[in-house]
């Protein structure tokens, strides 16, 4: 999450800065793998360490919203989200860390609604909303209601200057995440330690700490590349690959699994390492659910076939929101480039049900005849391998325990 969020933080023009997507993804999107297209994100880059931050919401004519906040230690808090009754009315969220100067736990700010403690001085807070994109007139003023998130510092918000954040340097990032661990693990780890909050009652925060001990890597020291310990790179490149391979071909079971995405305290070390290297993180169980669908041979599914995904009425996704397919290829995580620019199928998407109340979708390289537009996933006849998510949103957890994600027919 190190590379994660200073990347935003790069690609946003630097910290306390949000920027507002409000166009749907495409293909032409490289940054990250399996991107999402039934959501629009604000991506708000947040340095707490010399005054607090305040994030300032509108209402939202929107069936989906939520805010996820995310530091470097990986957990996943979800503060603000419609299913929890929020974004109804104007609010306003002050966000905090334990090292923020000046400013104590507990003390009311007029005018302001809730307030969250950050796990580090740097984190992410990420909005996702959906855009309702088959509405014309609908998506026009969800979108106007995301350009009027504001952001402000307290001082701001008292109508002062903002406290100025240009004094710290930050390690190098990679290009992929992976280049972290070999080319400056020590550095980065010994930033991540200095900014974030580490709990001595937590059994995988004592672990952490006492791991990297050895290494001359401890909380609150400047990182010294003379004294630091030498490590081999490239062998613990070789290593996290090793590692990020054997998690990555777990992500079928794994991402079923309603403990991923969880606030610390509530997460094991297994599920807190595949997130870590599965990327980019994602929602918990109750906000949002990802089943991986299969085909019904057992094969990986491949560009050299179609095939047709049907579900009954009774058989749609126990989603109490909505719910999207998306195609992506395997080597990358892309959208498969078309001149429709369709990549999903859903309430955002677009979808037609069928006069029973169910539905069949198509990925085919032609639309095959009788086929609504709205169901057909277009594909580029090739030698690659395609993968399909499903994305359920307030999940009915109940029902989804018995519930089976449908299988891809190969026509």
């Not at 969020?5 to 946003?12: D, G, L, V």
């Not at 580090?120 to 309702?132: E, L």
């Not at 330690?193 to 700490?209: A, G, I, P, S």
């Not at 998306?326 to 995580?333: A, M």
Request: proline share 6%; hydrophobic share 35%; glycine share 6%.
């Amino acid at each position: 999450m190190y590379n994660v969020n200073n990347k935003a933080a790069i690609k946003n023009g630097g910290w306390n800065i949000c920027d507002v997507d409000t166009r749907l993804k495409d293909h032409t999107l490289k940054l990250i793998a399996r991107p999402n297209n039934d959501s629009l994100y604000i991506t708000c880059t947040l340095d707490l360490r010399k005054e607090p931050v305040i994030l300032e919401m509108p209402a939202f004519d929107s069936k989906y919203v939520s805010l996820m906040i995310t530091g470097y230690d990986h957990y996943v808090n979800i503060p603000l989200s419609t299913r929890q009754g929020d974004f109804e009315k104007p609010e306003k969220l002050l966000i905090f860390s334990e090292r923020t100067e000046g400013f104590e736990e507990g003390k009311q700010i007029e005018g302001v609604d809730h307030y969250l403690e950050a796990s580090g001085d740097f984190v992410s807070a990420v909005f996702r909303v959906m855009p309702h994109a088959n509405d014309p007139d609908r998506f026009e003023r969800i979108t106007e209601q995301m350009k009027a998130v504001r952001l402000r510092t307290l001082s701001e918000l008292r109508g002062n200057a903002a406290k100025k954040i240009d004094d710290i340097e930050f390690p190098e990032v990679g290009e992929k995440d992976i280049d972290v661990f070999e080319n400056n693990l020590l550095e980065v780890m010994q930033f991540v330690f200095n900014h974030t909050t580490f709990d001595t009652d937590n059994e995988l925060d004592r672990n952490v700490l006492t791991a990297y001990e050895p290494l001359g890597v401890t909380p609150g020291k400047a990182y010294d590349s003379e004294k630091a310990a030498k490590l081999d790179g490239q062998r613990v490149g070789r290593v996290a690959e090793r590692i990020q391979d054997e998690e990555m071909a777990k992500s079928d079971s794994m991402l079923k699994n309603p403990g991923l995405f969880q606030p610390k305290g509530k997460i094991d070390l297994d599920l807190l390492l595949f997130q870590s290297v599965f990327g980019p993180i994602g929602q918990p169980a109750e906000e949002a659910v990802y089943p991986a669908i299969t085909a019904a041979d057992g094969k990986p599914m491949s560009a050299q076939h179609d095939y047709v995904i049907q579900m009954s009425a009774d058989e749609l996704p126990p989603a109490q929101a909505f719910w999207s397919l998306t195609l992506y290829d395997t080597e990358n995580g892309f959208f498969i480039p078309n001149e429709r620019k369709k990549y999903s199928v859903g309430e955002n998407g677009g979808m037609k049900l069928n006069d029973e109340g169910g539905i069949k979708i198509y990925i085919a390289a032609e639309k095959p005849e009788g086929v609504p537009e709205e169901n057909w996933l277009p594909l580029n006849r090739g030698d690659y391998g395609i993968d399909v998510v499903m994305r359920l949103y307030v999940p009915d957890l109940e029902k989804f325990k018995d519930w089976e994600p449908p299988q891809a027919e190969k026509l």
